[in-house]
C-alpha cells in the first residue's frame, strides 16, 4: 500500500513563500494522479489543486496564479509551491493520489481519491 508523507509546512508571515512536499513511500509514482486539498479550523475540506500523470495543472480559483503544483516522477514526490502567502491560507494541508490509466485526468472532489497523507500545517501570521 503506497503511503503519503506531507513535509514543509509551518509559520510563515504574510507575503512569504512556502514549498510543501509529499513523497510516496512506494509503488509506481508515475501512475498516480495527484492532488492538494486544505482544511481551515472550522471548515469544510477544499480542493487546491491538481496534477495529472502527464504534468497537467487545475486550480481553484481562491489559489490560481498564487500555487503552483508540480510533481517529480523519479523522486516520487509531488510539491505545492506557495507564494504571497495570505492569512486566509493557513489550513492544514493534505495531498492526495489516485491511480488512473489517464495521463490527463484531474481529480477535483475528495471521494475520487483513495490515498491520502497525514496532512501538514501551515500558519500564516499578519
Known amino acids: 500500500q503506497v503511503q503519503l508523507v506531507e513535509s514543509g509546512g509551518g509559520l510563515v508571515q504574510a507575503g512569504d513563500s512556502l514549498r510543501l512536499s509529499c513523497a510516496a513511500s512506494?509503488?509506481?509514482?508515475?501512475?498516480?494522479?495527484m492532488g492538494w486539498f486544505r482544511q481551515a479550523s472550522g471548515k469544510e475540506r477544499e480542493f487546491v489543486g491538481g496534477i495529472s500523470r502527464s504534468g497537467g495543472t487545475f486550480y481553484a480559483d481562491s489559489v490560481k496564479g498564487q500555487f503552483t503544483i508540480s510533481r517529480d516522477n523519479a523522486k516520487g514526490t509531488v510539491y505545492l509551491q506557495m507564494d504571497s502567502l495570505k492569512l486566509e491560507d493557513t489550513a492544514v494541508y493534505y495531498c492526495?493520489?489516485?491511480?488512473?490509466?489517464?495521463?490527463?485526468?484531474?481529480?477535483?472532489?475528495?471521494?475520487?481519491?483513495?490515498?491520502w497523507g497525514q496532512g501538514t500545517q501551515v500558519t500564516v501570521s499578519s
Open positions: 492526495a493520489a489516485e491511480a488512473t490509466s489517464s495521463r490527463i485526468l484531474i481529480y477535483t472532489q475528495q471521494r475520487q481519491y483513495h490515498l
Open positions: 512506494s509503488g509506481t509514482f508515475s501512475r498516480y494522479a
